[in-house]
């Protein structure tokens, strides 16, 4: 791959959705896109702007009514929970960034090649009928919706914020169609994402669930990705992987307690990343969720293009460094999930 072959989805107009003072998901967080975007164009990439998102691909996940009220926020500053605030350019803004996934979406799958969306305000909790965690349309669930709407029927969504993205597996926890896949903080904020939460009716083994303790660093997240992430997308067999790539796991974050390093991100993320270009036919997308150290945010940033747009290594090595976090989660996810993934069975003995 080379980034002749990456399409980087990014604008200067994400810093128009504002927040109050001292609040995490603040518009600098938009400055720093827009920097590693300019370098990577500055170095040979190729950055698009996005175009905003169809009310028809919006509403593939959230229902019309909610729909009505984040188009009442326009021109105004409304707080639509403890969280999560609009501003007068909010939903312009946020349509943006739901456009950027689906216009991600549509180059990976016609050209088979990988996308990367930076956007803001992040997605992954926004639920069909109600704005929260900093997120107001959830811009990885569009994109997986989109994905189906042109004819893919099986897509796989892989998150790894430090926070469990309760919005996705809403949407479709019912859906056999979509596989989400989440490592998360857990007990921590939205409160969901247990083991046991394995999905529902047809949905059922679809969502797959890894919860870690706090402390959870490079070598748990490296181990629960081979034990368990890539063990069941390979049964799965998935068309696209998308990836919720929010950046919050990092040792430097301040909303966080896991410790991953910028190192960490990018092992994790050319494992998933290799796999979509070995089984996938290179369809990848990754949008950008969580991340609240600037710092920690743009050497991330800058990582992921650089692993997206390099050759695959021949060989990837495990992370070496304790694994006592994932280890004390694979038996709970192993018990959880063996009936639907028989390749997980061992980890329940």
């Given at each position: 791959m080379s980034k002749a072959d990456v399409l980087l989805i990014s604008s200067t107009r994400f810093i128009n959705h504002?927040?109050?003072?001292?609040?995490?998901?603040q518009p600098a967080r938009a400055t720093v896109m827009t920097r590693v975007a300019e370098r990577w164009r500055s170095t040979g990439g190729r950055v698009v702007e996005p175009t905003p998102a169809e009310t028809a691909a919006l509403v593939r996940v959230h229902q019309e009514a909610y729909l009505e009220e984040i188009a009442s926020t326009g021109g105004r500053r409304v707080q639509l929970d403890p969280d999560t605030y609009a501003s007068p350019e909010t939903e312009v803004v946020a349509r943006l960034a739901a456009g950027a996934a689906v216009s991600g979406v549509s180059h990976a799958v016609e050209k088979q090649s990988p996308a990367v969306a930076f956007v803001r305000p992040p997605g992954?909790?926004?639920?069909?009928?109600?704005a929260m965690g900093f997120c107001l349309y959830n811009n990885a669930a569009i994109a997986a919706a989109h994905a189906l709407s042109v004819g893919l029927s099986r897509v796989a969504v892989v998150d790894y914020d430090v926070h469990h993205g309760n919005g996705?597996?809403?949407?479709?926890y019912e859906d056999a169609r979509v596989l989400y896949?989440?490592?998360?903080?857990?007990?921590?904020?939205?409160g969901t994402g247990a083991a046991s939460e394995v999905g529902r009716g047809e949905g059922l083994g679809a969502t797959v669930n890894i919860p870690l303790e706090a402390g959870a660093g490079d070598a748990d997240l490296d181990l629960v990705f081979r034990d368990v992430v890539l063990p069941v997308l390979g049964s799965f067999q998935p068309e696209l992987v998308v990836v919720s790539a929010g950046f919050d796991a990092h040792a430097e974050d301040p909303l966080g307690g896991m410790r991953l390093s910028t190192e960490g991100f990018a092992a994790i993320t050319r494992r998933l990343f290799t796999f979509a270009v070995q089984r996938c036919g290179s369809r990848f997308v990754l949008v950008t969720e969580g991340g609240y150290n600037l710092t920690a945010l743009e050497s991330c940033l800058e990582s992921i293009l650089e692993v997206i747009s390099s050759s695959l290594p021949e060989n990837l090595d495990p992370i070496a460094g304790s694994t006592e976090v994932a280890r004390a989660a694979l038996g709970t996810v192993g018990r959880a999930q063996a009936s639907y993934w028989p390749v997980l069975a061992r980890l329940s003995r």
């Open positions: 504002e927040t109050p003072t001292g609040h995490p998901e992954h909790h926004a639920e069909s009928d109600r996705v597996q809403e949407i479709f896949v989440s490592a998360h903080q857990y007990p921590f904020y939205p």
